[in-house]
């Protein structure tokens, strides 16, 4: 559930910011250095000297060279931006308004970061097998922003319930889209997953 807005601008304490700058700048040259050699011929060492941080440095961001291109697969930012309160408002319905929101006003640049991002994630088999598992993993995230905004405990079931359906989609949306790399792939994926979450939004009647 990729988000092409990947400023570091917004919101967060000034380390949280410093952490994302860091992250944006390592990964936009491991993309670049993957697009002129391939992703299996670049080493780490290349992509930290690039990025003008040491191999240390590099690990304390990213635990793999794999870990770079998924960074941000289950984009955290669009949780971020989700209304600060929800009551009356059905959240599967401001997810999709929020995710709208951000592909809307992203920059050029980011657009293309995500395409290239994506290519990598459906054409590198190792970085492929572990897209589920990446987008699964922000259910405890997303269950808590929910809480949050709702004013409910962070271990309220019906929210991690809700948190999994959500990411489920999302999963489905990313299996569905399988191979369609043609012109304008990332275009129809948003919309797929646009359509998908509407499903789950109407409670998924057949």
């Not at 299996?40 to 961001?61: K, N």
């Not at 929210?159 to 359906?165: F, K, P, R």
Request: charged letters at 25%.
């Amino acid at each position: 559930m990729t988000s092409p807005n990947r400023s570091t601008a917004g919101s967060g304490s000034h380390r949280e910011r410093k952490k994302a700058l860091a992250q944006a700048t390592m990964q936009r040259e491991a993309l670049r250095l993957f697009r002129e050699q391939g992703y299996t011929a670049t080493t780490i060492d290349q992509i930290a000297a690039a990025a003008g941080v040491s191999r240390v440095t590099f690990f304390r961001y990213f635990p793999t060279k794999a870990d770079v291109v998924l960074h941000d697969v289950a984009d955290l930012a669009v949780l971020g931006a989700l209304p600060e309160a929800l009551d009356g408002v059905d959240p599967v319905r401001a997810l999709r308004e929020t995710v709208r929101t951000l592909s809307d006003s992203a920059a050029p640049e980011d657009h293309a970061i995500n395409a290239e991002r994506e290519l990598l994630l459906r054409t590198v088999p190792e970085l492929r097998a572990r897209v589920p598992a990446q987008m699964a993993a922000a259910i405890p995230a997303l269950a808590a922003e929910l809480a949050r905004r709702l004013g409910r405990p962070a271990n309220d079931l019906a929210l991690t319930t809700l948190s999994g359906a959500i990411i489920g989609v999302a999963i489905a949306a990313w299996t569905a889209a399988a191979d369609d790399l043609s012109e304008g792939f990332m275009a129809r994926h948003r919309q797929l997953l646009d359509d998908c979450l509407a499903r789950l939004e109407g409670g998924l009647k057949l």
